[in-house]
């Protein structure tokens, strides 16, 4: 087992494919998220930005993608294929690619009853359907572990759940301590104030619950487009690190919500370093933004 690790959190890729609209769900959620597509041409997702981003990360020597979530935009399958034909291209191997779906990729009841991400995303899924999490594997000196929250809502909500029988199964995996570095994939924040009715997680309180009984080291997770850098409550007076990392191909003007990524190293004692990648559209670059100091060499090894 190596015991160094350069990985990068990327989250909320929402994959666009606007020619995959179907007239027969005129009637359905998808039709609003459709017509911000169409419409929203300030800021966008651009695919060829994720080409972009993934060879930059294959360049640099990360070895393993953490993707919390909404990796699409209306759960299309053709999305998913798109998806997954750059992760194919890019060199990342489905074993170098650990992922937890969003309130995206079960945008209507009949995608989890299709499994539409699940089947389209084959390997690089991680589980092989909605009923199978959390999940977890061991990785270097990280055991990853992923918590789905995903679900479908009405139109005008985001909300997600972990739900009663994942809860009970994380107990169970986070009472049995592998020794290794535990990092958390979800998609909804799990900190106390992203806990509304609407758009967070209706479950959250007993999530953080099971973090302050059984404890683990660090929470990725994304839902909402923006850095975030908190804490939430540990075992014995500890606390863990909880991080949020904007859209990871988002075409906007502004420096603070542009493409990005967060990369994160790790070494025998856990987290060593973190810092962020945006993309710097006059260039084509992807660099820390200004002013942030990063190691000389990004692996470190
Ligand atoms: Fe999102
Ligand atoms: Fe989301």
Redesign the pocket.
């Known amino acids: 087992m190596t015991d160094r690790l350069l990985a990068a959190h990327l989250t909320?890729i929402?994959y666009p494919v606007p020619s995959s609209f179907r007239l027969k769900d005129l009637l359905t959620k998808r039709v609003t998220g459709a017509a911000n597509l169409l419409f929203s041409s300030r800021r966008s997702f651009r695919p060829h930005l994720l080409k972009s981003l993934l060879h930059h990360l294959r360049e640099i020597g990360v070895s393993h993608l953490l993707i919390t979530?909404?990796l699409v935009n209306l759960a299309y399958a053709e999305e998913y294929l798109r998806l997954r034909t750059h992760l194919e291209e890019s060199g990342f191997a489905p074993g170098q690619v650990s992922m937890v779906p969003?309130?995206?990729d079960t945008y209507l009841p009949a995608c989890v009853e299709q499994e539409t991400f699940w089947e389209n995303l084959g390997p690089y899924a991680w589980a092989a359907g909605p009923g199978d999490y959390p999940v977890s594997r061991f990785v270097g000196p990280l055991e990853i572990i992923g918590v789905s929250t995903a679900l479908p809502t009405a139109l005008g909500m985001a909300y997600g759940e972990v739900g009663e029988d994942q809860l009970r199964r994380l107990e169970e995996l986070l009472s049995r301590r592998s020794g290794r570095f535990r990092v958390v994939l979800i998609h909804h924040p799990p900190y106390p104030g992203a806990d509304t009715w609407h758009d967070g997680l209706v479950d959250g309180a007993r999530l953080r619950r099971l973090f302050w009984k059984h404890g683990a080291d660090l929470i990725l997770h994304?839902?909402e487009?923006n850095d975030a850098e908190t804490r939430i409550d540990g075992p014995c007076g500890s606390s863990i690190p909880v991080l949020g990392t904007g859209?990871a191909i988002l075409d906007d003007p502004r420096p603070a919500l542009r493409a990005r990524a967060r990369l994160l190293r790790f070494g025998p004692g856990g987290l060593e370093r973190q810092w962020l990648i945006v993309h710097d559209p006059a260039s084509g670059h992807w660099r820390a933004p200004s002013g942030t100091s990063i190691p000389e060499s990004p692996a470190g090894v």
């Open positions: 909320d929402h979530g909404d969003g309130n995206h994304g839902h487009h859209c």
